[in-house]
């Protein structure tokens, strides 16, 4: 198992923990991960790491595909990827949710399948140079021919000759949006995974792997990444431990989505805590937020995290070492977090 280490995106004052991330890479973590939501971006801070670190791969978890065209993000991947000595620069992008795609960006929700599989296509296209870039697509068309166009647009090659080979990772939970990793995708950052939750998603990537095989591609479980994530909270008090995670739960349960549209209400629903999650969506969105933690299950924070003493985390790290993924990607601001995981992935170590 390799491990990877979450930044997440910034708070109200630009924060970026670069000895957390030189920690990491001296202990033998494989990747560092960034976020935007509506503040910070995901690849501007990658870019400085690139200089502050030596072999650490930089991963966005996630770049949202409202920020920036393809074409875009294609630029920057490839040019972060160049500054860093190339073979670094992880590709991780989704869709995020329609409060932020039409609040934030200014953006229709649209048809988030379709769109998500024209971007990886344009951007593969760009990325290999192959001859200049046209795509029809159900989303997104280059060139543009639609409402207001000149109808002048030029199909282009990029002038940098970027790394063909970056990864591209989506971050997808549903069945269509899986099936789609599965297809297109060299990797996934699943939303909501956790140890024996893999049998529900097989399915699903699986028939992706044969949509991809169908169209001559070598694709299947011997070369497609799974990028899990873990929150790990060291303290000699579990629940002191699992009471500080209830607010981010409270808040990404009850309050980051519409009532009818939040991900990760239906996540709480499939891991079998419906009835926690209607309630926490209730009191949230009524603004009483202190009670919409207090709602957060004690087991379902247990379920998706590592926490307590250093023993009982290295115990219970064996279920996350066995629940199929590839790579885990730990979610802490502890200094103490990041080497107690190291040990017990035993990096470095022989096996």
């Not at 909270?233 to 981010?248: E, G, M, T």
């Amino acid at each position: 198992m390799k491990l990877g280490l979450s930044l997440g995106y910034s708070g109200a004052q630009m924060d970026l923990p670069v000895e957390r991330v030189q920690l990491a890479e001296k202990l033998g973590y494989d990747s560092v991960w960034t976020a935007e939501a509506y503040g910070s971006d995901a690849i501007t801070p990658l870019a400085f790491l690139a200089a502050k670190t030596e072999r650490i791969k930089l991963g966005t978890g996630i770049v949202q595909l409202a920020a920036r065209t393809p074409a875009n993000t294609a630029m920057s991947a490839g040019t972060v990827d160049a500054m860093a000595g190339g073979g670094r620069f992880l590709l991780g992008i989704g869709v995020s949710g329609p409060q932020i795609v039409e609040g934030w960006y200014g953006q229709p929700w649209g048809r988030p399948y379709w769109r998500i599989k024209d971007y990886v296509e344009i951007i593969r296209k760009i990325w290999e140079r192959e001859e200049p870039v046209t795509h029809e697509g159900k989303e997104i068309s280059l060139p543009y021919t639609g409402e207001g166009a000149m109808g002048i647009g030029k199909p282009l090659k990029s002038i940098l000759h970027m790394n063909p080979k970056i990864p591209i990772f989506i971050g997808s939970g549903a069945e269509a949006s899986v099936r789609l990793t599965g297809e297109i995708a060299d990797g996934w950052l699943p939303l909501g995974f956790t140890p024996g939750s893999l049998d529900e998603y097989k399915p699903w990537l699986e028939v992706g792997f044969e949509r991809a095989r169908k169209k001559g591609k070598d694709k299947g479980w011997h070369n497609f990444d799974i990028q899990a994530g873990v929150f790990v909270d060291v303290d000699s008090d579990v629940q002191a431990a699992i009471d500080r995670l209830k607010p981010r739960e409270a808040l990404y349960v009850g309050g980051m989505g519409a009532q009818g549209k939040n991900f990760h209400k239906d996540l709480m629903c499939r891991r079998g805590f419906a009835d926690a999650a209607a309630r926490i969506q209730e009191l949230y969105l009524a603004g009483h937020k202190k009670e919409a933690e207090e709602a957060v299950p004690d087991e379902y924070i247990d379920l998706k995290s590592l926490m307590g003493p250093p023993a009982r985390i290295k115990e219970r790290y064996k279920a996350w070492d066995e629940c199929g993924a590839t790579s885990l990607t730990v979610r802490s601001a502890q200094e103490e977090a990041i080497h107690v995981m190291a040990e017990a992935a035993r990096l470095n170590q022989p096996r």
